[in-house]
């Protein structure tokens, strides 16, 4: 059987090497396409900020490096320019350094013909299509960044668009003496996107076509750059106990599974934390009213808001108001919406949508919004604050994930009072305990089978609880209470870029032989 998470970590912890690496701090390096403050697409974000914050809080020395997008207009210093092959085209990007933040170093990748585009990945003809050549070159500067300006300890790499820093360190640069004991810790935010590309980007992107082979980063005739990191990374993790379950089976591992069972004794699910300073409804700058578990006056002024955000009528203010924040996905589970909105819809609640991505999802607000006027209504696009809103002034939160790596909305939604109700899917089956109206213990509402009907029925068991403000105030108060800072999650990975420094030096020890 294969295993997993903490097993894995503890066993890690059990077998002490024979020579001691030092617990003290360590230079850590995180090689990430997207990172708040500067750019976003979706929770990968949010770790960026959270996790090198909270590691530089436990003493480490953190550096991050991200690519310089449109509008990362920051004042920075250049520190090198790098020449870049990539088949037979010679780029020149630059790394600059930006303002440092809460003592976490910033660096950027600067080439404005591939990265001072209006969006990150793709417009809305689809992902561009010179991504493979994008994010090469991308980590190939990482490589040279260590080599020339900052040579850490660790390289954490995140998703496949970083996933050939571990690639081009074991295969193209396996006799570099600078980085030959560079450990590369890799995680896993979502294995449905994966970096695939034709055969014929092998040849364009500069890499050898030994690496296209079952054992390398072929996959059904196609590159896959994600595998590549789950092969040549010294550890794996992912963002939730579960999800590291769940992608060893057929069913969630997006037909990698096989190669994460190859890697099982190497993953290590650590869930994300959250930034409490940003999101709690103490301390949130951006909603109409603070407010706590001690006294939740102000969440109600914060739903009036919120329903004349929508422009929905004030009448709503003593229904049950269910919110929505969330790429519109395939992913996020709103086919199930679709199946049983007009049942859902009988029941005495609103609804608030903010999001956008695939029309068709776009397409079923819309229509609930235009058929249900006084009490559906949706922000198609990317809004911060009004993301900030909603979980304050909702009621409930939704989210019926098909999976869900971690997921950060209901963990912000439990602090707010914000009652989560999702399905038992990784991330979201961590974090929310099914409320148990005997016991008056539980934080959310949770259904296992993926289906509408199922869906349903768990909102109507909401509704329900809802009814009874004694109960929904158990419910509240339990959700509130919980933390899931980054300390913790923190401290995990510090035991786990240890083993993997341990780990590649007895590796690179081997191979010099
Ligand atoms: P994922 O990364 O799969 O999109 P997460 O729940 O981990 O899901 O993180 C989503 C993050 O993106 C959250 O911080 C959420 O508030 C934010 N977000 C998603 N869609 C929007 C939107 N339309 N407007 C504002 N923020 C959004
Ligand atoms: C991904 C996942 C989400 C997770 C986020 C941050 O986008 O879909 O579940 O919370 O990454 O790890």
Partial sequence: MARTDHRVLDEVLAHSLPFFVQAIS??????????????????????????????????????????RY?????????????????????????????????????????????????????????????????????????????????????????????????????????????????????TIHNLGYQGLFPRATLRKIGLPE??????GIEFYGKLNFLKGGLIFADYLTTVSRRYAREILTSEYGAGLEGVIRGRADR??????????????????????????????????????DLLAAFALPAENLDRPLVGIVSRFADQKGFDLIAEVAGDLLQEDLA????????????????????????????????????AHKIEAGADMFLMPSRYEPCGLNQIYSLRYGTVPIVRATGGLDDTVQNFAPRTQQGTGFKFEAYEGRVLL?????????????????????????????????????????????????????????
């Avoid at 419910?475 to 993997?500: D, F, H, I, R």
């Fill in 267 to 304: 993953l290590v699910g650590i869930l994300n934390g959250v930034d409490y300073a940003t999101w709690s409804p103490e301390a949130d700058g951006l909603i109409a009213q603070n407010y706590s578990v001690h006294n939740l006056a102000g969440k109600r002024v914060c739903k009036k």
């Fill in 351 to 386: 609804i608030v949508a903010l999001g956008t991505g695939q029309p068709e999802y776009e397409k079923l607000f819309k229509a609930l919004a235009e058929k249900y006027p006084q009490r559906v209504a949706v922000k198609i696009g990317y809004d911060n604050a009004l």
């Fill in 70 to 186: 449109h509008g990362n207009k920051i004042t920075s210093t250049l520190v090198s320019s790098v020449t870049v092959a990539l088949g037979d085209q010679l780029r020149f990007p630059a790394i600059a350094e930006g303002p440092s933040n809460q003592g976490v170093r910033y660096f950027f990748v600067s080439d404005p013909e591939y990265f001072d585009r209006p969006q990150l990945y793709g417009d809305k003809d689809g992902d561009y299509p010179d991504n493979a050549e994008r994010f090469t070159e991308f980590c190939r500067v990482a490589i040279e960044f260590t080599k020339r300006i900052w040579l850490p300890d660790i390289i954490h790499c995140h998703d496949w668009q970083t996933a050939l820093v571990p690639v081009l360190l074991r295969t193209q640069h396996a006799r570099d003496p600078a980085t030959r004991s560079l450990p590369v810790v890799f």
């Fill in 210 to 215: 030994s690496l296209f082979a079952v054992e």
């Fill in 26 to 67: 360590m230079k850590i390096l995180f090689v990430s396409s997207e990172g708040l403050p500067y750019s976003k697409t979706g929770g990968l974000a949010d770790v960026i900020e959270g996790l090198p914050r909270a590691l530089r809080e436990l003493g480490h020395e953190v550096a991050v490096l991200l690519p």
């Fill in 457 to 513: 029925g768990c909102v109507r068991a909401a509704l329900k609880i809802f009814r009874d403000a004694k109960a929904w105030r158990a419910v509240q108060a339990n959700a509130m209470g919980k933390e899931y800072s980054w300390k913790v999650s923190a401290a995990a990975y510090v035991t786990l870029y240890e083993a993997a420094r341990r780990s590649r030096v007895l590796q690179a020890a081997g191979s010099s032989k």
